[in-house]
């Protein structure tokens, strides 16, 4: 062999070790420091509308941890004031998922069949009356003849009604003054409505305002609401791999909060932009986890029958929610927390 040869020869192995050792760094540097698999190299995207609250823990830790990237998804994440308008981005075709309590649910769905619950993300109770001392109402009987604001289509409006009967005030007696969450406040503190029914952070915002100028009481009686993921069917039906991926996140959302509640509660302050009083003071108010259980469905089922007996929308066949409800996904992630009888 001659020297020429020898040195071609030299080359190419030397080139063939150099491809191997590059290709080996190049598979070590796409894995984390605990050797996790790579992130996919494409992203899924996901378009989610979630009201701008802890009450959407789930959903915001997840994003903050790198939690969806993890499962391949590429999540954008659109903050609201209140679930009925996350809920309206679904219907407007801006969003695949919204979050919203379980009476925006019952109370759209009649009228728009376009979504379904994919789990509950929270259980809540966190939504309060608050009154004005000045204008003379320390007792539900001095509510007659007053403005009670309020934001319709959302759980404000049943529990309201709940609050009524249970107080035998008649409905009629009192003037319910619509109003969008930061118009509520507004509203509210300026003494343009009596007495408003609202919650979390609507009523710290109030409170830390107004101070021992208001009274407030809670108005749901022990009954906590439900805070739910919801779908537009579409997303649903097109793409059920990518909604077990986004409940796998949750899931694992679910766990880190569980684990360390305080690093969590820390982690939505900075991202809610809201106070640690505030967080310290709410936080034993809310359930933070996912579930399908039977109580949910009989709430949406009571809430339907008052829904249909205020003449809020036209009388007509009772709805069966069961199927505005889609369980696979969590069941894959989590058949535990699916005791919904189906």
Known sequence: MTFNSYLKLLCSGAMLFFMLVTAQLVMFGCKDSIGQKALPSTQEPIRIAAYNSEMSALIWIAEQEGLFKKQGLNVQITGFDSGISSVNAIFAGTHDIATAADFVFARTVPENRTIKVMASVARSDSLEMLTHKDKGISAPAQMKGKKIGLTRKTASEFFLNLYLLYNQIDPKSIK???????????????????????????????????????????????????????????????????????????????????????????????????????????????????????????????????????????????????????????????????????
Do not use: C
């Not at 305002?209 to 579409?234: C, H, M, P, R």
């Not at 469905?297 to 009388?315: C, F, H, M």
């Open 176 to 342: 319910i003054v619509d109003l969008p969450p930061a118009q509520l406040i507004e509203a509210f503190i300026k003494g343009d409505v009596d007495a408003a029914i609202t919650w979390e952070p609507n009523l710290w915002k109030i409170k830390q305002k107004l101070a021992e100028k208001v009274n407030s009481w809670s108005v749901q009686s022990d009954q906590q609401f439900y805070f739910l993921l919801i779908g537009s069917t579409s997303f649903i039906e097109k793409r059920p791999e990518a909604a077990q991926k986004l409940l796998q996140a949750l899931a694992q959302a679910e766990i880190l909060i569980k684990k360390n509640p305080a690093l969590a509660q820390k982690q939505l302050v900075q991202k809610l932009a809201l106070e640690k009083p505030y967080m310290t003071s709410v936080w034993p108010k809310h359930v933070i986890g996912l579930s399908l259980d039977q109580p949910l469905l009989v709430i949406l089922e009571d809430q339907a029958r008052w829904i249909r007996s205020s003449g809020i929308i036209p009388p007509g066949k009772p709805l069966n929610f069961l199927e505005y409800i889609y369980p696979n996904a969590l069941k894959a992630v989590s058949a535990k927390n699916v005791t919904m009888m189906q």
